[in-house]
């Protein structure tokens, strides 16, 4: 394909640029100060719609669609080792970084976007696990929430469940065989809400939560995506069974957990109803809706997270799951 073409030849110019781009986070004050400049001509420019996928290959897959344009003289500032890159997608103004897996790094980049960008919204995709059986490898999905759920108290077997609890998880349910009493020493998982932190509320005062709302009217937005044609082959000897569908409205989980296990599959799709499991989605929502932004979530699907007999699927479709879910973002961003 001619994008493979276009983005090592991308990344030759951005490296060559790189050599007059500094730091803000640097030692030495006159670089931060000369960052800051940078940032301030940027943001003079605003505001951006903020992208934010997580790794590598849905990088690779997001440059591939050849939608995102450089900004000819400010293409990136760098802030704490990420790279917030500027451009245009059809014309609108974004400001893209890759944040790195996990809820801290989901969290850490989205904060820092809104605090050194004019941003007016967020966009965050990438690839997710499969645990709804009437969804497919390939899809995408654009869910309506997210819940954290790893924010847990492990607790004895026989210690009593405390009613705050959103669900628990009891590990005597998984002895296989089954012993006289059913008992393990793991014992049950408690799992705790969010405590969430917003500008419309309280100062100082965190409030539970468990579903974490995408902003309702990008979601409407979104529901024109569907039946958008999405990519059905790897390459030209694998393709899907199915055409691939994309689905507006799901629950999403997120957790700094990579699910490749059947029995925790659906223990997460029967208590939460959740059709996605992912490690950045929930800490993305969470802190854009703190910070009082519109936010949505486009997610390829990548694999069945345990569901499958053999190996995870990743490796085989995660490319093309990620392109779906990149190709999606574009289209959204073009409706925006
Ligand atoms: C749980 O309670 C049972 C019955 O009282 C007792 O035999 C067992 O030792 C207790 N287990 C733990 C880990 O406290
Ligand atoms: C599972 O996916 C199907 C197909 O998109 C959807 O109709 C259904 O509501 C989902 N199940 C749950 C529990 O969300
Ligand atoms: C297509 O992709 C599969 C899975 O990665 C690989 O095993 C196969 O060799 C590829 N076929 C071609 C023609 O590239």
Redesign the pocket.
């Known amino acids: 394909m001619s994008a493979n073409k276009v983005v090592p030849l991308f990344f030759e110019v951005v490296v060559l640029i790189s050599l007059v781009v500094t730091t803000c986070v640097s030692v030495k004050p006159s670089n931060r100060a000369k960052c800051l400049n940078t940032i301030k001509e940027v943001n003079r420019k605003g505001p951006y719609i903020g992208l934010i996928t997580v790794f590598p290959p849905e990088e690779k897959a997001f440059f591939a669609t050849q939608a995102f344009k450089p900004h000819p003289t400010h293409p990136f500032v760098d802030l704490a080792g990420r790279r917030f890159r500027v451009g245009k997608i059809n014309g609108k103004k974004v400001i893209y970084v890759r944040c790195g897996v996990g809820m801290v790094n989901g969290a850490a980049a989205t904060q820092q976007m809104v605090d050194f960008f004019d941003v007016k919204g967020v966009v965050h995709f990438g690839i997710a696990g499969n645990v709804n059986n009437s969804m497919s490898i390939g899809d995408v999905t654009i869910p309506q929430q997210f819940a954290h759920t790893a924010l847990w108290d492990w607790l004895?077997?026989?210690a009593t469940l405390d009613p705050s609890y959103v669900a628990h998880l009891d590990f005597k349910g998984y002895n296989v065989p089954k012993s006289w009493d059913g008992?393990n020493?793991l014992?049950r998982l408690g799992y705790n809400s969010e405590q969430f932190f917003s500008e419309s509320g309280t100062p100082n005062i965190a409030q539970p939560l468990l579903w974490a709302q995408v902003t309702m009217h990008w979601l409407q937005i979104a529901t024109n995506l569907e039946g958008m044609a999405l990519e059905q082959c790897v390459n030209s000897s694998l393709c899907l069974k199915e055409k691939p569908k994309l689905v507006v409205g799901l629950r999403g989980s997120t957790a700094n957990i990579f699910v490749d296990n059947a029995a925790y599959r659906d223990f997460l799709f029967q208590t939460f109803q959740v059709s996605s499991v992912d490690m950045e989605s929930s800490a993305v929502v969470m802190i854009s809706l703190s910070n009082g932004l519109p936010v949505i979530v486009i997610r390829g699907l990548s694999d069945i997270a345990g569901g499958q007999s053999g190996p995870n699927d990743i490796q085989i479709f995660g490319s093309l799951a990620a392109r779906n879910a990149a190709e999606a973002v574009v289209q959204f961003i073009k409706k925006l």
């Open positions: 004895n077997p026989n008992s020493l014992g």
